[in-house]
């Protein structure tokens, strides 16, 4: 059984916190490229930005592709990341520099 894109990103979300950023990164790309993946713009930026974050101190450089991308998509949508989510998006972009 798969989870679905839902489930994946909160997952991805929990081990980031745990400081489990290798678990991290998988979990958020099955929510972006999983047998059930997401479509929306907002859910995907969401993922870029979580996989920015996960990756900002081992590969800084896809990290700020993915926190550029995260954003634009974001902002496209007018999306805002809820605070706890946020936290992980400034931290991010103290660490790399978003494209």
Aim: aromatic share 6%.
């Amino acid at each position: 059984m798969q989870p679905t894109a839902t489930i994946a990103t909160y997952a991805g979300w929990a081990a980031l916190a745990l400081d489990r950023v290798d678990v991290a990164t998988r979990w958020f790309a099955e929510a972006m490229g999983g047998p059930r993946s997401y479509a929306s713009a907002p859910a995907m930026g969401e993922c870029c930005v979580g996989t920015a974050a996960a990756l900002a101190r081992s590969d800084p450089r896809p990290a700020a592709e993915l926190l550029g991308l995260g954003h634009w998509l974001l902002d496209h949508e007018e999306t805002a990341l809820p605070p706890t989510l946020a936290a992980h998006d400034a931290r991010v972009t103290g660490l790399v520099e978003a494209p």
